[in-house]
């Protein structure tokens, strides 16, 4: 809680102007270990992966995805949804302690005109702040700092563990 007044911006300089690597699925090739592409993830259960997103939309911005490759949800099993809830509910105590959002987006972007640009089915969870993070508050505020993603991986890993 050492951190309580401050906002971690994720450093977009060496992820989001990268090319995106040449893999069939980017979330398979995560949950395959590809070394092809940057593991960001903070948390394995049994059938899902909860990672850092690699473009986020906000600090904090998580994407929970199932280990093997669905594009709807009702492909998802009894057992999988409920493994997905309780992920939500655990995703969000960690983000409440390392971030203090004030409030969360949770949802899913389905098909080609809501916006996904990956057809492995994913959760976003993306904290919101009443003061959302622009240029004039990178410039004007000492209390934002940029955090590196993998500083941002550890510090959730961490959290993660204590749930
Ligand atoms: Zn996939």
């Avoid at 593991?39 to 394995?44: A, I, T």
């Avoid at 899913?108 to 003061?131: C, E, F, M, T, W």
Wanted: with cysteine; glycine share 4%.
């Amino acid at each position: 809680m050492e951190n309580i007044n401050r906002l971690f911006v994720p450093s977009k300089q060496d992820y989001a102007k990268g090319k995106r690597p040449n893999v069939k699925c980017i979330l398979c090739s995560v949950v395959n270990h590809d070394p092809e592409v940057e593991s960001l993830d903070v948390y394995n259960t049994k059938h899902f992966v909860v990672s850092v997103n690699l473009f986020p939309y906000n600090p904090g911005h998580l994407i929970i995805f199932p280990k093997r490759h669905i594009e709807t949800m009702e492909k998802f099993v009894t057992e999988e949804i409920i493994e997905l809830h309780d992920l939500q509910i655990k995703s969000i105590k960690v983000l409440n302690n390392c971030y203090q959002a004030q409030g969360y987006n949770v949802g899913y972007n389905l098909g080609k005109a809501s916006g996904a640009s990956i057809d492995h089915l994913h959760l976003h969870i993306v904290p919101r702040y009443q003061r959302e993070v622009g240029f004039i508050d990178v410039i004007g505020n000492a209390r934002i700092i940029v955090e590196d993603p993998k500083d941002t991986v550890k510090r959730l890993t961490e959290e993660f563990k204590k749930q």
